[in-house]
């Protein structure tokens, strides 16, 4: 509803909404056009459903506690300060500041931050949850994150590569910094696009565009060009006949990595 409704104002207007208001070599990060609006209009429409367990969000749920763990066995969390950059209704982030972080969320969709608002909320948390772009948000506090986590994001953005030099921009020297995506292989389309929006109906049609997957190269070198180093790639393989996520080798399809930025 929310992308037809956006596509409408555009035909009217006559004009490309998309585009930024300014070339983007304007801006310190070259960020001002990094949203996709159809994505965050998206997302708003699905945002009630976000802590709904067994809802469309239900994988994300699902592989909370792993990837929980795997981040906090990294990058210990008590009592740091981190961002999580496209944190939606805030399931890392709250599992994160339950697990003794200062935790920051940031995401471009006001649906979701609605929901995460009213959820820490409820549970007591304390998190501060911002409207704003990763590229934003580095320019007004830049190295002052110990942990960055950016995690199923990166395939929603226009230039990804943009968001993960932000991300490098936040994190202190030997700050630690996380992202998790999809990669792109016939097995990755087979499996998260065919399998887990059709057959298996994990997720809603649409939610993923196989264009927009990223080769762990590319993400490697992304994070190379911003000055990380690269520490750790994970890959979180789905059982269909078990029903469950596990970590391990197999990076064919969902994959998270672990950057430090050095001393
Ligand atoms: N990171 C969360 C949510 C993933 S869903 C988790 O793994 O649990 C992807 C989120 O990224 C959505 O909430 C969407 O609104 C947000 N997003 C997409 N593009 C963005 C952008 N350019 N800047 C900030 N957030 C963005």
């Known amino acids: 509803m929310a992308a037809a409704h956006f596509r409408e104002n555009r035909a009217l207007n006559g004009i490309d ?29 699905l945002a009630s459903r976000w802590w709904d367990p067994t809802g469309d969000f239900r994988p994300l749920h699902e592989i909370n506690p792993l990837r929980l763990d795997y981040i906090g066995q990294c990058a210990p969390l008590r009592d740091r300060k981190v961002v999580d950059i496209g944190c939606g209704g805030g399931i890392l982030t709250e599992s994160m500041a339950a697990a003794g972080a200062h935790v920051t969320g940031i995401d471009m969709a006001d649906g979701p931050l609605a929901v995460a608002r009213l959820h820490q909320a409820e549970t007591g948390s304390d998190i501060e949850y911002l409207h704003a772009t990763a590229e934003a ?66 997720v809603p049609a649409g939610t993923h565009e196989y264009r927009k997957f990223i080769r762990p190269s590319e993400l490697e070198a992304w994070g190379r060009h911003a000055g990380l180093e690269l520490r750790a790639t994970i890959g979180l393989q789905y059982n269909p006949l078990l029903r469950r996520y596990s970590l391990g080798p197999d990076i064919d399809v969902n994959y998270l990595m672990h950057f430090q930025r050095p001393k």
């Open 137 to 202: 948000h580095a320019e007004e506090r830049p190295g002052q994150y110990d942990i960055v986590t950016c995690l199923e994001m990166l395939e929603h953005v226009p230039r990804p590569a943009t968001v993960v030099a932000a991300c490098a921009a936040l994190v202190r020297p030997a700050g630690d910094v996380f992202f998790s995506t999809l990669n792109r292989n016939p097995k990755a389309f087979v499996l998260a696009i065919i399998g887990a929006e059709y057959l298996l109906r994990l």
């Open 17 to 45: 909404v998309t585009k930024p208001a300014q070339p983007a070599s304007h801006h310190p990060h070259g960020a001002a056009d990094n949203v996709d609006a159809a994505e965050i209009a998206k997302f708003d429409s």
